[in-house]
């Protein structure tokens, strides 16, 4: 007897799709929107800047103005700006225990369906 499993209803399959969908965006936007990521640059701008005192050849002046930048002004706190690597225990913390958490969390689920599974496929029955 061939295993047949369970039929998923289309609207079920479109919801799965739509939650998944709308996970997936969120985890990659909600960090943006919070301002963890990405906007941790504090520029230290130049006072009347030049192309050489931002260290700029003639070169990287030319990709500038292939961006619509030509005075250097306009890039000085582009240029300047440097990440800021400070460090949280707190944030350490909390990253651990949701990661953690969730491949907990993860691995129980699945115990739970792949059981489900054998126990659909072959029975109860003990060997």
């Keep these: 007897m061939a295993y047949e499993p369970p039929k998923q209803s289309f609207a079920g399959q479109i919801f799965d799709v739509i939650t998944l969908l ?11 929107y919070l301002g963890l990521a990405g906007a941790a ?3 230290d ?4 800047p030049t192309w050489e005192a931002l260290g700029q050849n003639a070169t990287e002046q030319q990709q500038w103005a292939a961006l ?7 890039a000085n706190d ?3 700006a440097r990440f800021d690597y400070s460090f949280s225990w707190a944030s350490l913390i909390v990253m651990a225990v949701l ?5 907990v969390m993860v ?3 699945s115990d739970r369906e792949y059981r489900e599974v054998i126990e659909e496929r072959f029975g109860t029955e003990r060997h």
Aim: no cysteine.
């Design 22 to 32: 709308v996970l997936n965006i969120g985890a990659l936007y909600i960090p943006l």
């Design 99 to 103: 990661v953690i958490g969730y491949f």
């Design 68 to 74: 619509g930048i030509t005075d250097p002004a306009a």
């Design 107 to 109: 691995v129980r689920l």
């Design 45 to 48: 701008p130049i006072p009347d």
């Design 78 to 80: 582009i240029i300047t």
């Design 41 to 43: 640059k504090v520029p």
